[in-house]
T-cell receptor, first 111, second 114 residues
Framework: DAKTTQPPSMDCAEGRAANLPCNHS???????VYWYRQIHSQGPQYIIH???NNETNEMASLIITEDRKSSTLILPHATLRDTAVYYC????????????FGKGTHLIIQP | GAVVSQHPSRVICKSGTSVKIECRSL??????MFWYRQFPKKSLMLMAT?????????EQGVEKDKFLINHASLTLSTLTVTSAHPEDSSFYIC??????????FGPGTRLLVL
């Protein structure tokens, strides 16, 4: 699995867009970028994943650079309930071999 | 998204006893399920991978005789912590592999061994 690097923490104002960066410079061509988040004392929640193209769903957008060495998760209108630890994970097996969680980014949404 | 449940959500037991944790995929069939462990202020660590009808595969450093995993059906996997000790106190989280090869996680089980 690709090693990923994320800032340890970020703040964002409620109602604004939260942009969470992730560096994955060693990602290989067949590895997807997965994003999960974990709210305190709960199991991780799947957000979105992508390979090359940008992706959007009801929760977030994922922007992957053309060289695939980095990506950004965008929460378009952050709410207090989006306060969580966000994990960016590179995985070639689609998660079929288990996921390797790093330390993630602790996103704090400020009222 | 797909839903995974765990039971119990919290359990307190005495040292030396065994504890069983159930993980169920409620609206999808999971041929593969995973068990993770998370200590306070740490990230999730994969313990084992279980495939329905076959023996689980354990990560290095995880004792297979202490953490018994059974995956008898496509919607149920169980983790039994045998002869639990205080150092086994942790947050245990399971996941199921859904369509499109995405893992969906349960809410976790907090185990406290006294």
């Amino acid at each position: 699995d690709a090693k990923t690097t994320q800032p340890p923490s970020m703040d964002c104002a409620e109602g604004r867009a939260a942009n969470l960066p992730c560096n994955h410079s060693t990602i290989s061509g067949n590895e997807y970028v997965y994003w999960y988040r974990q709210i305190h004392s709960q199991g991780p929640q799947y957000i979105i994943h992508g390979l090359k193209n940008n992706e959007t769903n009801e929760m977030a957008s994922l922007i992957i650079t053309e060289d695939r060495k980095s990506s950004t998760l965008i929460l378009p209108h952050a709410t207090l309930r989006d306060t969580a630890v966000y994990y960016c994970i590179g995985d070639s097996g689609g998660g079929a071999d288990g996921l390797t969680f790093g330390k993630g980014t602790h996103l704090i949404i400020q009222p | 998204g797909a839903v995974v449940s765990q039971h119990p959500s919290r359990v307190i037991c005495k040292s030396g006893t065994s504890v069983k944790i159930e993980c169920r995929s409620l609206d999808f069939q999971a041929t593969t399920m995973f068990w993770y462990r998370q200590f306070p202020k740490k990230s999730l660590m994969l313990m084992a991978t279980s495939n329905e009808g076959s023996k689980a595969t354990y990560e290095q450093g995880v004792e297979k005789d202490k953490f018994l995993i059974n995956h008898a059906s496509l919607t149920l996997s169980t983790l039994t912590v045998t002869s639990a000790h205080p150092e086994d106190s942790s947050f245990y989280i399971c996941s199921g592999l859904g369509d499109g090869e995405t893992q969906y996680f349960g809410p976790g089980t907090r185990l406290l061994v006294l």
